[in-house]
């Protein structure tokens, strides 16, 4: 398997040299050349198994530059009752007649991120290991991202992680997840500006082709394909719980701000998993919601990105979004890369052609969007009816999924972290505290650590420069 770039850069690379690549070197993203397809016998035989061996099956699909029995390890390794609590891994909660939770957040930080970025710090180790190599890993993050990124890194030998936030835009406890740490390879830079801003400067450092190379720099954010690749996993086990016969459909709505959540269940349905629908959610954030409803695509500035209760998806400019716009065109690299390097960079969006839009339907998509004022009642409604709480942002994916039921469909919400991340929405919702996990109380009076930063690619790529290690 093979990898080339949405914006036209077919130089073919394996798994193991995007993985540390992070962009391709023309600022775009990697895609393998193919989705394979999964027949009938090969989904039947999946249904019966365990977690890891299923990641197992799906990765080796996509990772041939990896000794069989070494991913195996790995993958082994990752996916433990011990790390994520349950054999299932990633449990399906039945809310109501066909509407389920899928439990994504099981794992140390308590967010649906921790279940892409622990096999990464596994296949970072490997690689790094493997080619007598360090690594500086460049991130940003709208609030789970960072720490999950952090505790699967930390102590990791050959690696550092410089990761950027929006400084005071981050609920307090993931604030605390990230700045707590005390680990020498860890690096937290606060940014004084919003999410996007952060993403931009990830992506004009990687841009800068001579010191990326210099300073060996990576990347953990949803750019990363390796991230979205072992993202794909859990929507087949979803299916597998939520169905009997592989003649079934189902539907996942997927709160979503950088597309790479989503994005994964894109490629699952391209691989021939039975997805009816795509729901994707939004907050007051609703640049993807407009894209879907009307075709046209506009990246918000800062002053027009909501600060909101559900944050990690306060978010204007999808990075990972281009993925599906390429698949959209049919792969047509020249025309991708027009519309997102001439038209969002130089004049901020971008509309499809009405033949393009049409298109759309048949990759599953639908969508919507929720308001503060939605995530209350939702929180409160399924706290008062079903006796599950949940957080915020599971709470735009759920009530926009509601929207989109259809009989006889079963209708999976992937949870994207534990109300614990955000008491204040929580208490506001319900009058009472979400439970934490005991080795987790107090952490917002633990000492901190980060260094507040300007909006300057200059200032990060100095700041990396001076702490990345020989």
Not at 88 to 106: F, M, R, V
Not at 113 to 133: I, N, S, T
Not at 222 to 248: H, K, M, P
Request: aromatic share 8%; hydrophobic share 40%.
């Amino acid at each position: 398997m093979k990898y080339l770039s949405t914006r036209g850069d077919a130089t073919p690379r394996g798994f193991s040299e995007i993985l540390l690549e992070g962009l391709a070197p023309d600022g775009g993203l990697y895609l393998p050349t193919r989705y394979p397809k999964i027949d009938a016998a090969t989904l039947a035989r999946w249904r019966s198994l365990k977690y890891h061996e299923l990641a197992f099956e799906i990765l080796s699909l996509y990772i041939d530059d990896i000794p069989a029995d070494d991913l195996r390890r790995l993958v082994t390794d990752t996916y433990t009752p011990a790390v994520f609590g349950t054999d299932l891994i990633t449990p399906l909660k039945p809310l109501e007649p066909g509407l389920s939770l899928q439990a994504l957040s099981n794992g140390p930080t308590l967010a649906f991120k921790d279940m892409a970025m622990q096999l990464l710090g596994q296949l970072f180790e490997y690689e790094l290991a493997r080619r007598g190599r360090r690594l500086n890993i460049l991130g940003a993050t709208s609030g789970d991202t960072g720490s999950a990124a952090e505790y699967a890194m930390r102590g990791k030998k050959g690696v550092n992680v410089f990761m950027l936030s929006p400084h005071g835009r981050m609920s307090p406890f993931q604030q605390a997840q990230m700045f707590s740490l005390q680990d020498a390879n860890i690096h937290n830079i606060a940014i004084e500006g919003v999410f996007d801003d952060c993403q931009d400067i990830v992506k004009a450092v990687s841009n800068d082709l001579a010191f990326k190379r210099e300073h060996h720099i990576g990347t953990v954010n949803s750019i990363n394909w390796a991230r979205l690749l072992a993202q794909v996993v859990y929507y087949f086990a979803g299916y597998f719980q939520a169905t009997r016969s592989n003649d079934e459909m189902v539907s996942f709505a997927v709160p979503s701000g950088n597309f790479g959540n989503i994005c994964a269940g894109h490629v699952a349905r391209m691989m021939g998993l039975p997805i009816r629908r795509l729901v994707l959610a939004t907050n007051e954030n609703n640049v993807l919601d407009e894209f879907f409803r009307t075709g046209t695509y506009r990246v918000r500035g800062s002053a027009e990105t909501h600060e909101t209760s559900s944050p990690s998806m306060d978010i204007s400019k999808a990075s990972n979004f281009e993925r599906f716009v390429f698949d959209l065109l049919g792969r047509d690299a020249q025309r991708t890369r027009s519309l997102f390097k001439d038209e969002v960079e130089q004049r901020g969006a971008f509309t499809t052609s009405a033949d393009e839009f049409t298109r759309i339907a048949g990759f599953g998509f639908v969508s919507g969007s929720s308001t503060h004022a939605d995530r209350l009642a939702t929180i409160r409604d399924t706290w008062q009816r079903c006796g599950t709480m949940i957080d915020t942002h599971t709470a735009d994916g759920l009530k926009v999924a509601r929207e989109h039921v259809e009989p006889g469909i079963p209708m999976i919400v992937l949870e994207t972290a534990l109300p614990a991340k955000f008491a204040e929405t929580i208490v506001e919702a319900i009058g009472r505290e979400p439970d934490r996990p005991a080795a987790l109380h107090g952490i917002e009076a633990l000492p901190k650590r980060f260094k507040v930063m300007p909006v300057s690619a200059e200032a990060v790529k100095a700041y990396i420069h001076q702490n990345a290690g020989p």
